[in-house]
């Protein structure tokens, strides 16, 4: 099992490379051609919200993500902001969201919940285990041949 792991600061500039290593190691771990451009849009989705939210709050520590081809190729990415914050919006519906109120970095974060869904079919977030920030884990089939 090979494991890269990726850590940048909330910059949005750092995205791109998030994705293009992503896409990389989803080749190398056998995931179907036809499923790259899920996996660089969901990679790219998951780490806008989490840089997103940590411009939101203020955070300077590195947003963390880790790919790995144990099993399939899965993707966590972590934000450190407060757990209410990451996950408070995934339950947000378009009513809510369309409120003057909430920031443009609060919409992109309850925006990227809705768009992962449609790239992934195996997403799962969760508070991080040390209780502070969110964890998105996207996972893909893979084989190589």
Do not use: N
């Amino acid at each position: 099992m090979a494991t890269v792991k990726l850590s940048f600061s909330p910059a949005p500039v750092h995205v791109r490379t998030a994705r293009l290593v992503g896409v990389a190691v989803a080749r190398r771990a056998g995931v179907r051609e036809d499923l790259l451009d899920e996996v660089r849009l969901a990679i790219g989705e998951a780490c806008t919200r989490a840089v997103a939210l940590h411009r939101q709050y203020g955070l300077a520590e590195p947003v963390y993500v880790e790919m790995s081809d144990g099993g399939g190729y899965s993707v966590r990415v972590v934000d450190r902001a407060p757990i209410e914050a990451g996950l408070g919006l995934a339950a947000l519906g378009p009513d809510e969201l369309a409120k003057e109120s909430l920031s443009e970095d609060a919409l992109t974060t309850g925006v990227g919940f809705a768009l992962l869904a449609g790239f992934v079919e195996d997403l799962q977030v969760r508070p991080v285990e040390d209780g502070v920030g969110t964890e998105v884990r996207m996972t893909w089939p893979a084989g190589r041949a």
